[in-house]
């Protein structure tokens, strides 16, 4: 009787507390359960915790601070990450300014020109990546006949029509963002990379 009186008990108690915790309210944010689930203990980027007392009472650190302390002391803005530099534009890993047209901006993208040098060795470079990623659909020579495209159907020859004359910047957007039926790859192909291959097309393809 009495083993079970106990757990009666205990079973009150914990139902007690497990009622008292949810109640958060005013400056009471309520018992957390596992707080190192909530709060980081190695670096993180996107949280900084700059008071050294925070956490105190869980603290079993050797540096005597709280457990939730989380600033980079070694960093001399005290951040976890680094601020960008004042009136500075992140660059992508190739060195491009981030593109920021959205895909129904095409008439826009028309006027940009293509920052890549033309050199031989550019050309062969677009050429290797057309084949690895535009002859599926719009075959070698750039017919519309590749296999997957007489599949698909209404793949455009960039030899035929209107095709021939669109500006580089049309190309490079129509790569980057999709058209139609057409898939965007700019998640597959760095900026450069599309501008060789925009290169490849007007130099080889349509010998422009
Ligand atoms: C999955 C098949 C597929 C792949 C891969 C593909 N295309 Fe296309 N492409 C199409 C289709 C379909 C169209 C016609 C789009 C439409 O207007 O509906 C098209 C249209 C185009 C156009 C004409 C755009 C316009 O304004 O009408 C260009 C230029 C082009 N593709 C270039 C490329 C290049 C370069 C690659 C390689 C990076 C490539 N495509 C990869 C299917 C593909």
Redesign the pocket.
Known sequence: MKLIKSIYVIAVVGVAFGLASCGASGDNPGYEYAPQMYNSVPYEGLTQIVNEDEGQWLSTREDGKGEFFNTNVNNPSKMNMREPVANTVPRTKDGMLPYRLKAFE?EKAAEIQNPVELTDQVLAEGQQ??IQ??T???GANGEGDGL??QV?G???N?KGGA?VN?PEG??FH??MKG?????A?GSQ?PQER?WK??HY?KQEIQKQ
């Open positions: 095409l990546l057309y990623f535009c599926a659909c719009h997957a495209g698909i209404g793949v455009a960039l095709y669109l049309h190309i129509v790569i058209k139609g039926r057409m898939g790859h192909i599309i291959i925009v097309v």
